[in-house]
């Protein structure tokens, strides 16, 4: 029989603005006693937004975490822990793209990081997108920019784009749409 690790107390060692930081101390197969960091985040949403041309949308924006710009799909936390994914992902979409989906359909779901974190992506296809006006949140800064899914695997492959959810959401909508 396979031994479990066994969670014996969480403790709020920091509350954030998007995530709260725990100190679990768990006890381990074998019986030893250990810390370990939880980094708790109330859920995301993502968007593959696609002209009628079959571009993809993509949003340039800067990152405090990596102090540059980064090309990620447009996306962003629920306002709610019990927000429907759709319903952020059609917001996020709106804000910072302006177009608007009707009927965004669902792709797949990302867990982030696993080992450290219980952040959960839904992540949905846009089309038939609708013109409508970008609404930014204060302080937020992002251009808009359109390429092909061959643009974007080649930015995934040379190492242009890195972020995590992006990078997966792309490779997943070319193999459900496009192989």
């Not at 429907?84 to 982030?112: M, N």
């Not at 013109?131 to 992002?142: A, F, M, R, V």
């Amino acid at each position: 029989m396979v031994e479990k690790v066994k969670r014996l107390k969480r403790e709020l060692a920091y509350q954030g603005i998007v995530t709260n930081m725990y100190r679990d101390t768990v006890e381990v197969p074998g019986g030893a006693i250990e810390e370990w960091d939880f980094l708790h985040h109330d859920g995301a949403a993502a968007v593959v937004p696609v002209t009628e041309d079959g571009k993809i949308i993509m949003v340039r924006q800067y990152r405090n975490a990596l102090d540059r710009e980064t090309l990620e799909l447009p996306a962003g936390k629920l306002d709610d822990p019990k927000e429907p994914g759709i319903e952020c992902a059609k917001r996020e979409l709106e804000e910072e793209t302006g177009y608007r989906c009707e009927h965004p359909e669902w792709l797949v779901t990302i867990r982030t990081t696993v080992a450290f974190c219980d952040e959960r992506i839904e992540v949905y296809v846009a089309r038939n997108l609708i013109p409508s006006k970008q609404n930014l949140d204060d302080g937020e800064s992002i251009e808009i920019e359109m390429y092909t899914l061959e643009e974007l695997k080649e930015k995934i492959f040379s190492g242009e784009i890195e972020d995590a959810k992006t990078m997966a959401s792309i490779l997943a909508y070319g193999a459900k749409y496009c192989e």
